[in-house]
């Protein structure tokens, strides 16, 4: 079974940057739509940035023009760049994807990584 870390989280000033990464024990990427997800205290988990297996982006709108989602294929890694952040941005942050026509999740979900933003 295929396992995801995260990692890069941090505390951060409102307006800094932060980069995290997502690395795969496999190669999940290709044969996946992968993503960065968010849960914040009290919230649902929700997609922030994902990236197809042919390298087409989406981003929420909360986000778009201040994160960057990008893969290495032959590291097993993904990466969302963060800029501008804002104190709402402040939450976990998790990696995992799934086949573009649903199914199941590609590996369990890992234990994700802690960003904060202060005012």
């Known amino acids: 079974q295929v396992h995801v870390v995260e990692s890069g989280g941090g505390l951060v000033q409102a307006g800094g940057s932060l980069t995290l990464s997502c690395v795969a024990s496999?190669?999940?990427?290709?044969?996946?739509?992968m993503g960065w997800y968010r849960q914040a205290p009290g919230k649902q988990r929700d997609l922030v940035a994902a990236?197809?297996?042919?390298?087409?982006?989406n981003y929420a709108d909360s986000v778009k023009g201040r994160f960057t989602i990008t893969r290495d294929n032959a590291k097993n890694t993904m990466y969302l760049q963060m800029s501008s952040l804002k104190p709402e941005d402040t939450a976990v942050y998790y990696c995992?994807?799934?086949?573009?026509?649903?199914?199941?999740?590609?590996?369990?979900w890992g234990q994700g990584t802690q960003v904060t933003v202060s005012p």
């Open positions: 995992n994807g799934r086949p573009q026509q649903g199914g199941d999740w590609a590996a369990p």
């Open positions: 496999g190669n999940i990427f290709s044969a996946n739509v």
């Open positions: 990236i197809t297996g042919g390298g087409s982006l």
